[in-house]
């Protein structure tokens, strides 16, 4: 009677690849009896899956449980199903009686576990078990509407789940670490977009930079005219109607919106740009593009050498710099522009003179930026000139100065 059982179980798991179950086994009967009874399986009664980790999906399951007084066997068991099972955890949810996990066993070359379970009265209890499962993806996918001002614009969050699991998530409430949970039903071999938060009225600047290491010094000795990146900028942070969470790596596309001759309002596609892991309080840059309208030139019009210690030979080895640099940019546009010049200067160093001070500001220790604000075509005579002068130092790791 029991091979004909395991014969008519293994028929219906052969046609049913994925099966989680949670099985009640009460009294004394034999293990190897026991488990072929699927006839106790408890449907789930809430299912919560946390996406907070980029590598770790972690789902919550509530079930409800009949216990009989004395020691109840549950079987927890799965096919076809992508879990780890050293992740599995069982919880008591409910207070009436007294309720004990006695211990924890895994049947050999199976996936499954069994607890065993003491309670002192027969009642329905609530547990909630919960594990990690691989094989659900997700990615992050921004949509960003700048406006036709392009002062502002509206910031989709799109979360893209692939379930690759073996497991049917039926009306699971879906949690990502910001925004409202959903709930939703994600089949196995399902692909689900939903979006998960939206801000309107994103105040945004569009800024060229120049930086150094680079671009080009002269661009006059190029054989095509060189372009500067044109970037959207805005902050993650409250006053930009963000900074409630980090906001996650991933792809963004950017529209730009366009009256259109009939009622509504149309989008057109300007780029697309990679949004990297930003900490709130930090500044986010979508790329839209190169844009030719400014062109910067620099020139290192001093280098020389001071405080030079000399080998027995009277060979120069060690010395520090004296250098100057002139930055020029000509802004071609009928408007004023945002331009931001990076410079790179590794080493022990120390600013001397700067015209630009106002628009000086140190970024780290080896890296320093100005921030410009362009007038409209000043070119020619009206051109911006940077200069600055500064000394490099040659110093040992020992004597390096407390200040630069």
Not at 102 to 110: G, V
Not at 293 to 300: G, L, P, S, Y
């Amino acid at each position: 009677m029991v091979c004909a059982v395991i014969q008519e179980l293994k028929m219906i798991m052969k046609n049913m690849p994925v099966l989680l179950s949670l099985t009640l086994l009460v009294g004394s009967a034999g293990l190897a009896d026991a488990r072929v009874k699927l006839a106790a399986m408890p449907e789930r009664a809430r299912v919560v899956v946390s996406l907070t980790h980029p590598n770790a999906t972690l789902l919550e399951e509530e079930r409800l449980v009949t216990l009989q007084k004395g020691v109840n066997q549950v079987d927890f068991s799965w096919n076809g199903v992508s879990i780890d099972p050293n992740s599995i955890q069982l919880r008591r949810l409910g207070k009436d009686g007294k309720v004990v996990v006695l211990n924890t066993s895994y049947p050999p070359k199976e996936n499954a576990l069994l607890w065993e379970i003491s309670s002192d009265t027969a009642h329905e209890e609530r547990f909630r078990v919960s594990y990690l499962l691989a094989g659900l993806t997700r990615e992050i996918v921004y949509k960003a509407i700048a406006a036709p001002d392009e002062k502002t614009l509206t910031l989709r969050n799109y979360l893209r789940l692939l379930n690759k699991s073996g497991e049917d998530l039926s009306k699971a409430r879906f949690s990502i670490g910001y925004g409202e949970p959903q709930n939703k039903t994600l089949a196995h071999e399902e692909v689900l977009e939903m979006l998960s938060e939206k801000v309107e009225s994103l105040p945004i600047r569009k800024v060229l930079s120049w930086d150094a290491a680079v671009q080009p010094w002269d661009p006059e000795y190029q054989k095509a005219t060189v372009g500067l990146p044109l970037t959207y900028v805005f902050t993650n942070s409250v006053e930009a109607r963000l900074g409630t969470h980090t906001l996650l790596p991933g792809k963004a596309r950017l529209f730009i919106a366009t009256k259109d001759s009939g009622d509504g309002e149309g989008v057109a596609f300007t780029g697309e740009d990679w949004l990297r892991l930003t900490p709130v309080d930090r500044e986010v840059r979508l790329l839209l593009g190169q844009s030719r309208d400014v062109k910067v030139t620099q020139r290192q019009i001093k280098n020389d050498r001071t405080h030079i210690r000399r080998s027995n030979s009277n060979q120069d080895v060690v010395w520090d710099t004296d250098e100057i640099v002139r930055i020029e940019i000509e802004n071609f546009k009928k408007e004023p522009v945002d331009l931001v010049i990076v410079e790179h200067v590794p080493g022990c160093w120390k600013m001397i003179e700067n015209s630009h001070s106002a628009n000086f500001r140190r970024k780290d220790a080896f890296t320093f930026e100005y921030e410009l604000k362009l007038p409209a075509e000043s070119r020619g005579d009206k051109k911006t000139v940077i200069t600055y002068n500064l000394n490099r130092l040659n110093v040992q790791s020992d004597q390096e100065p407390r200040a630069y």
